[in-house]
């Protein structure tokens, strides 16, 4: 009997022990930034995400393989399958009653409203943009339109940047305009980031938001 209580409390032990180590790596990855990195260059769009050790290339997806016929025929056989269930699904579902349909009314509009503005404050206040490299050729028709446009370019670009600043981080490695007066600059286009921010900060502020559209009923009216 003794034999069985201690292998009982060694499982035990052992189950704590991966369950902290569990909660532990949990918590590590909700209070460590997690990171986009952008790129755009020679017309090619670069998407990697990332946390800790771990990255992602989003974009540009990886070519798939061309299918088999068996395959292709397997594909369009479960294709063909969730079809019919969608149509049976639609075909019998009951419709909708006059209040299942209500409209948003002005209050619950204003409450969404006010509330996706604290959800983006609240997400953009905690939003770090680092290591951003923009570079930009500018041309126009002739020496004349490509002086006059870069100079629109710059006041519209550091006017953007200025307000950007005031709502998130922004540190920059390189921000340069250059007035391409051959047109044949195109290949110069660079502009990259970072994006990090703390998934935790993202998730109080969805659960925020979450709460006060069930509070003021508009996921109901929605839904």
């Known amino acids: 009997m003794a034999a069985v209580g201690a292998v009982l409390l060694a499982i035990l032990q052992v189950l704590g022990i991966l369950l902290a180590v569990l909660l532990g790596v949990l918590l590590l990855l909700v209070l460590v930034p997690a990171s986009v990195w952008v790129d755009y260059a020679g017309e090619v769009l670069t998407v990697k995400v990332g946390i800790l050790f771990f990255r992602f ?4 997806k990886k070519e798939k393989k061309p299918l088999t016929e068996r395959q292709r025929q397997a594909a369009e056989k479960k294709q063909r399958k969730k079809a019919a269930k969608a149509a049976a699904k ?3 579902a009951a419709p909708k009653t ?7 009314t002005a209050e619950q509009i204003c409450a969404a409203i006010k509330g996706a503005g604290r959800f983006l404050r609240a997400v953009l206040s ?3 943009i680092t290591q951003i490299c923009i570079c930009l050729p500018v041309t126009g028709q002739d020496a ?14 550091h006017g953007i940047l200025g307000v950007l600043n005031q709502a998130m981080w922004l540190d920059f490695d390189e921000c340069r305009l250059e007035p391409d007066f051959t047109g044949k600059m195109d290949e110069c286009t660079h502009c990259s980031c970072k994006i990090s921010a703390q998934l935790i900060i993202i998730g ?8 006060l559209l069930k ?4 996921l109901d009216a929605i839904l």
């Not at 006059?98 to 948003?104: C, S, V």
């Not at 004349?144 to 870069?150: H, K, L, N, P, S």
């Open 126 to 128: 905690h939003l770090h």
């Open 144 to 157: 004349a339109d490509t002086a006059i446009r870069y100079g629109k370019t710059q006041a519209w670009l």
């Open 90 to 92: 639609a075909q019998n």
């Open 98 to 104: 006059q209040q299942e349909t209500a409209k948003l």
């Open 204 to 211: 109080i502020a969805a659960g925020k938001l979450f709460l």
């Open 215 to 218: 509070e003021e009923k508009v």
């Open 57 to 60: 290339r989003l974009l540009p």
